[in-house]
DNA sequence: GACTAACCGGACTAAGAGTCCGATTGGTTG
DNA sequence: CAACCAATCGGACTCTTAGTCCGGTTAGTC
């Protein structure tokens, strides 16, 4: 568990960087915007400098997206309802896409170029089968009738990057998640 | 309307074997084993011929993708119900998924590379917007108090190529379809 | 049969992902 | 403090692919 060799301050000093980086040409230009020569070149360090900390474009988004959702993840595996264990599914379920929702509005355009990074293994991404498994959970409970299973992937499906950029504006800045909270309350049965 | 002037035959013979070629690739390998180089080399034409019929690997995705669901969109344009207009709101919307179900079951792996060729240009799709447009008439209809607009989005969200693929197996060849009528359904007003 | 506009093809360019290896340096050990 | 070495660095290099360009060819017309 704990590092098995501690990570020369060099590493750890570019790893800072690299994400300083990307995230700075992320807000810049669309995602599409940043290359992975471009990140080296801003953050100072040489292109396989950015491979070896992150083996590739995708790791590298993920990593940028699991930093900014492991607040979330830890507040769902430890903290106390609605998020964490215990009360009723329908507050849980409303504050999980409460908190997922906020996260993706503030990230849209990170969130748009992971998914053209992982292309078609995101649903490999330890972040998605963790909110997959999640909501599969809540479902199953609060509307045993539909494809629980399916009803996770559906509702993950819906947090496309360019999706919310078009549903969010400055006077609405929450219809996303608004919207997704209707949605998946109205998939839950009637009491 | 008419087209200004005949297509010439070579013209008409090309963009067919391009198409063909491309079917046959896609059905061999992945989606990504469909490059443009190896399209026109096994459609037995020149690279240029490619651009200049179809603008770009997306234009020649969305024709193809486009050629398999003009049934469809006839249908509901021109045909009687529960397709076309008229009838209860349930049944057409039961009706309209089983008909792009069937579409996205049987052409899962061009479903994937189109999203990824159409990056996120997606909602400037013309089919695309076709079914959103229809989708959101339905819901308008048969769940005024949801947001249609965004129901209609996250429908369509959920037809991924590589969750379709993930969900259909052999055994189960329509379980997509079936998923999403029940979320759909579950989606509209109780009586 | 000649004319021309549309069409053809494949060499060429540009850009980006990922690899490789000689040079460098942080940390450790005696 | 000095020497050592394994982890790390950097950028040149390869490979693949989308998209452009233009000289040559041909289908359809008069």
Chains 1, 2 share one sequence.
């Not at 599409?32 to 471009?38: A, K, P």
């Not at 900014?68 to 507050?91: F, K, M």
């Amino acid at each position: 568990m704990a590092q098995q060799r501690t990570e020369r301050v060099d590493a750890v000093r570019n790893r800072r960087a690299i994400l300083h980086a990307t995230e700075q040409l992320l807000a810049e230009g669309g995602g599409e915007h940043v290359s992975l020569d471009r990140v080296a070149a801003l953050a100072g360090v040489g292109k396989g400098t950015v491979f070896r900390r992150f083996g590739s474009r995708a790791g590298l988004l993920q990593a940028l997206l699991e930093e900014r959702s492991r607040g979330l993840r830890d507040a769902i595996t430890n903290g106390p309802p609605p998020l964490g264990h215990g009360g009723p599914v329908r507050e849980r379920l409303l504050a999980f896409l409460d908190g997922l929702g906020a996260i993706a509005e503030g990230n849209a355009v990170l969130l748009s170029a992971h998914e053209q990074a992982c292309a078609e293994d995101k649903y490999g991404d330890p972040s998605y089968q963790f909110w997959h498994r999640h909501l599969r959970t809540l479902f199953a409970e609060g509307s045993p009738d539909l494809d629980a299973d399916f009803l996770a992937h559906a509702v993950l499906a819906v947090f496309d990057g360019e999706l919310i950029r078009r549903m969010t504006s400055p006077d609405d800045p929450r219809r996303f998640t608004r919207s997704i909270q209707q949605m998946a309350t109205a998939l839950l049965d009637r009491d």
